[in-house]
């Protein structure tokens, strides 16, 4: 009788951990797939907005040796550096409107005063080269990097 009454104490044990063993597969299994179909969404909604968007690198150089990069920026296609740079910076971009453009006056709560000024500056690939063409009417371009330094002398580069 010993015999039988330890087999029947085994029997249900393992039909107990057989089932938890489904279930805890069953629940695996699902999890996988909801992990997977969220991939998949992430990565159908990041190429849409790839395809909406470009990424550009801004640098803020202040003159003073001290800089800051704004690397991997998503901006809408389209967009112009001035609205970028006021995007980066939180809308830390002051500027007096002309009738050839808008001056910048303070980035990051720095004024150009004095004989300092904020100039634009664009990457060729070799060196950097100061916009000609207002910044609220210069249209960034896929992968472009381009820069504002805070300086006196017009032939400096950042």
Avoid: H
Wanted: charged share 10%; hydrophobic share 40%; glycine share 8%.
């Amino acid at each position: 009788m010993s015999m039988r009454t330890s087999r029947n104490v085994w029997f249900p044990l393992a039909l107990v951990l057989a089932c938890t063993t489904v279930i805890a597969s069953a629940v695996a299994v699902y999890y996988y797939m909801s992990y997977s179909m969220s991939e998949k969404r992430y990565a159908d909604t990041f190429a849409a907005l790839n395809s909406l968007t470009y990424t550009v690198r801004i640098l803020v150089k202040y003159g003073n040796g001290n800089s800051v990069w704004y690397n991997q920026t998503l901006i809408p296609i389209g967009w112009s550096l001035l609205q970028a740079t006021n995007k980066t910076t939180g809308g830390k971009v002051l500027g007096q409107r002309y009738s050839i453009g808008t001056f910048v006056t303070a980035i990051n709560g720095v004024p150009g005063n004095g004989p300092q000024y904020w100039i634009a500056y664009s990457w060729n690939g070799t060196n950097w080269v100061p916009l000609e063409t207002p910044t609220e009417l210069y249209t960034l371009r896929q992968g472009e990097i381009v820069a504002w330094y805070l300086t006196d002398d017009w032939s400096k580069s950042p």
